[in-house]
Nanobody
Framework: QVQLVESGGGLVQAGGSLRLSCAVS????????MGWFRQAPGKEREFVAA????????YYADSVKGRFTISRDNVKNTVYLQMNSLKPEDTAVYYC??????????????????WGQGTQVTVSS
């Protein structure tokens, strides 16, 4: 079993920055591709970013490209999402996800296997 715990959410003004962290325990972290998703009120959960097992490949939603950066530390068993130039439309609950398949593949096949509990990000205008 894999446990994921997000942290780092909060309230920030538009144009500001936040860094989310997701600590992973339970299995070999480096075996898992990792991703971040978000869900705004009244909307479906959407993909934000993903990173491969080694960290060599990253993928972003068009809406965050150039503003968000996903990274991982396979020694600390943690994945990060650095969010810069935040906009009010970035307001959502952000979820960390893990899967042994690439996250983009897992999305097409029912979604990643493991999820965190989510952390709230609120961007004020």
């Amino acid at each position: 079993q894999v446990q994921l715990v997000e942290s780092g959410g909060g309230l920030v003004q538009a144009g500001g920055s936040l860094r989310l962290s997701c600590a992973v325990s339970g299995r070999t972290f480096s075996s898992y591709a990792m991703g971040w998703f978000r869900q705004a009120p009244g909307k479906e959960r959407e993909f934000v970013a993903a990173i491969s097992w080694s960290g060599g490949l990253t993928y972003y939603a068009d809406s965050v490209k150039g503003r968000f950066t996903i990274s991982r530390d396979n020694v600390k068993n943690t994945v990060y999402l650095q969010m810069n130039s935040l906009k009010p439309e970035d307001t959502a609950v952000y979820y960390c996800a893990a899967d042994m398949r690439p996250i983009t593949t897992a999305q097409r096949m029912g979604g990643p296997a493991y999820w965190g509990q989510g952390t709230q990000v609120t961007v004020s205008s």
